[in-house]
């Protein structure tokens, strides 16, 4: 098993920025991929960003030039840049990891953190 553990949410003025780090522990060398998802009130979770062991991003169109993601192997731990904040940002951010177990791709999620965007 996966345990991640998200902090760094929190209320920030448009066009600000945040960092939202993600730890990662248990299992980590089976994680194939580890990402970030939202999810806002009334909408379904979407995935915001996520890298691959080999480091290949992938962006949602709505956060790409504004957000980076990295991982630090070393540490276990993988961090969403979030730069020129928008109110549409607003979600609860939710750490995913993606573990291979016996040739089945299992999610692991955390319990999330809050990011409120003000105008």
């Known amino acids: 098993q996966v345990q991640l553990v998200e902090s760094g949410g929190g209320l920030v003025q448009a066009g600000g920025s945040l960092r939202l780090p993600c730890a990662a522990s248990?299992?980590?060398?089976?994680?194939?991929?580890i990402g970030w998802y939202r999810q806002a009130p009334g909408k379904q979770r979407e995935l915001v960003a996520a890298?691959?062991?080999?480091?290949?991003?992938n962006y949602a169109d709505s956060v790409k030039g504004r957000f980076t993601i990295s991982r630090d192997n070393a540490k276990n731990r993988v961090y969403l840049q979030m730069n020129s904040l928008k109110p549409e940002d607003t979600a609860v951010y939710y750490c995913?990891?993606?573990?291979?177990?016996?040739?089945?791709?299992?999610?692991?999620w955390g319990q999330g953190t809050q990011v409120t965007v003000s105008s």
């Open positions: 995913n990891a993606v573990v291979l177990v016996d040739a089945v791709s299992e999610d692991y």
């Open positions: 248990g299992s980590t060398r089976r994680i194939t991929a």
């Open positions: 890298i691959s062991n080999g480091c290949s991003t």
